[in-house]
């Protein structure tokens, strides 16, 4: 077990649970994340998870046309809380325990969050799937994935990707785009780079959290980073 790494963050997007069908939830993309979940899970790794929803709705994509933004927002949060209850099922079937937990109060789905018991949830061996985003309008998943890992004193949030790290350009778009293996927040800033928002990032500075960027899709992926080995990029605060 990677010793500094005990308790970490997983971020993980929506549109990458729709896998190879671009919308809604792939069985297979999502039996295999939840796999790699619980392979960390039971080598006694803490894993709390934010996972988005823009598989099915996207608050700011819905306002772009003609959506009221809060209404909008409203919508992609319930659409976290449709994946988070996928991914507690997909999990449950791996042998690997989860409590689900709601940023707003919707008893039928999970418990609302209190961070007294989600620390010890995690401090049991069970993992602790976090929905519904911030509770609030204006704000990304990924807000709420360094909101809730300052909360839980996690160790370091780790975003799952398609992508393996941060690069100098978009690699799906430019061949000529090179990979940092570690960069600082401030560069990140000054570079203009897509690695989370800003607030997500500022959060992260102000807590001291680093940030590792790395492909979720090849499997093992996970399991390496909380060992340890040098997969994806380091975001140092």
């Known amino acids: 077990m990677n010793k500094k790494w005990k308790r970490v963050l997983l971020k993980l997007s929506g549109e990458s649970l729709a896998g190879k069908d671009k919308v809604g939830i792939n069985a297979e993309k999502l039996s295999a994340y939840a796999e790699e ?15 988005g929803g823009g598989n099915i709705f996207r608050g700011m994509q819905g306002a772009s046309k003609g959506f009221d933004r809060v209404d909008g927002d409203t919508m992609g949060m319930l659409a976290t809380m449709i994946n988070s209850i996928a991914l507690k099922g997909a999990l449950h079937a791996c042998g690997c325990s989860s409590t689900l937990f709601t940023a707003q109060p919707v008893s039928f789905v999970g418990k609302h969050f209190q961070v007294d018991l989600v620390r010890a949830t995690l401090s049991e061996g069970k993992v602790a799937i976090f929905s519904g985003g911030t509770g609030n309008p204006f704000f990304t998943t990924d807000s709420a994935a360094a909101l809730r ?89």
């Open 37 to 51: 979940i619980a392979e960390a899970s039971k080598k006694g790794f803490e894993i709390g998870i934010v996972i």
């Open 149 to 237: 890992a300052a909360e839980i004193k996690a160790d370091c949030l780790l975003k799952g990707t398609r992508v393996d790290g941060v690069y100098t350009a978009d690699p799906e778009k430019d061949p000529t785009a090179k990979k940092y293996d570690q960069i600082s927040s401030q560069e990140v800033y000054d570079l203009g780079l897509k690695v989370m928002d800003l607030t997500a990032t500022t959060l992260c500075i102000e807590n001291e959290i680093p940030i590792v960027v790395f492909d979720m899709d090849t499997p093992g992926n996970l399991t390496k980073v909380l060992s340890g080995l040098p997969i994806g990029t380091l975001v140092t605060p």
